[in-house]
Antibody, heavy 120, light 107 residues
C-alpha cells in the first residue's frame, strides 16, 4: 500500500541541527512532490517547504528559508528535511506528506510524524 | 501569505447532529481548498480536496462546498468516530497555509 514512513523521535539541544527522513513506498516516488509540515503543541499545522521528487526543485517558507534544507534520494525513494539552529520553539511533530505535482495540490498521504524535542 | 480562518474554533454536538464548519480565505483561492481530519495523537487525514471532492473511503455524510473565499465542511449526521479536529488548507499558493482548526467534541 502507499505509505510514508518517517524516522524516529529526536531530542536535540538548542543550537543543534536535526534531520528527519521519510521513506516512500507503494508508488512511483518521482511522480509526486514531498512537502514538510510541522505542528507545535496546541498549534495549527505549519508548512515548511517542498521538493519535487521528479526534478529536485525546492520551495521554502520564508519563515524557515535561512535554516531549512529539503532533499531527496530517488534511489532510496526517501525525502529529508534538515532544520538548523534549533530553539525551543522548534519543538513539534514534523510530518512529510505527498502532493501531486500538477493539476492541483492536496496531501493524500501523510507520514506518521516525527517528534522533535529541543531542550537543554 | 493567504490567511485561513475557521469558525467556530470548537463546538459541542451530539451523535446524529448536523455539523457545519466554515473556512474563510483572506483572498480568493478559486476552489483550491482541502479539508483534513485529525484524531488525537494521529496524523491528519484528507477528507475533501478541491473544495468538494470526497476522497475514496470517506463516508458520504461528509461534504464540502464553496469557492473564492468562503468554504464549508458539513457532516450530515455526526457519528462517534467523527469527534476530532478539522483543518482547512489552501493549495492555491505558496506558502501553503492551514486554518487554526475546529475541535468537534461530544455534547
Amino acid at each position: 500500500q502507499v505509505q510514508l514512513v518517517q524516522s524516529g523521535s529526536e531530542v536535540k539541544k538548542p543550537g543543534a541541527s536535526v534531520k528527519v527522513s521519510c521513506k516512500a513506498s507503494g508508488y512511483t516516488f518521482t511522480n509526486y512532490a514531498i512537502h514538510w509540515v510541522r505542528q507545535a503543541p496546541g498549534q495549527r499545522l505549519e508548512w515548511m517547504g517542498w521538493i519535487n521528487a521528479g526534478d529536485g526543485s525546492t520551495k521554502y517558507s520564508r519563515k524557515f528559508q535561512d535554516r531549512v534544507t529539503i532533499t531527496s534520494d530517488t534511489s532510496a525513494s526517501t525525502g529529508y528535511v534538515e532544520l538548523s539552529s534549533l530553539t525551543s520553539e522548534d519543538t513539534a511533530v514534523y510530518y512529510c506528506v505527498r502532493d501531486v505535482t500538477s493539476g492541483g495540490s492536496w496531501y493524500d498521504v501523510w507520514g506518521q510524524g516525527t517528534l522533535v524535542t529541543v531542550s537543554s | 501569505d493567504i490567511q485561513m480562518t475557521q469558525s467556530p474554533s470548537s463546538l459541542s454536538a451530539s451523535v446524529g447532529d448536523r455539523v457545519t464548519i466554515t473556512c474563510r480565505a483572506s483572498q480568493s483561492i478559486s476552489n483550491s481548498l482541502n479539508w483534513y481530519q485529525q484524531k488525537s495523537g494521529k496524523a491528519p487525514q484528507l477528507l475533501i480536496s478541491v473544495a468538494s471532492t470526497l476522497q475514496s473511503g470517506v463516508p458520504s455524510r461528509f461534504s464540502g462546498s464553496g469557492s473564492g473565499t468562503d468554504f464549508t465542511l458539513t457532516i450530515s449526521s455526526l457519528q462517534p468516530e467523527d469527534f476530532a479536529t478539522y483543518y482547512c488548507q489552501q493549495g492555491y499558493s505558496v506558502p501553503r497555509t492551514f486554518g487554526q482548526g475546529t475541535k468537534v467534541e461530544i455534547k
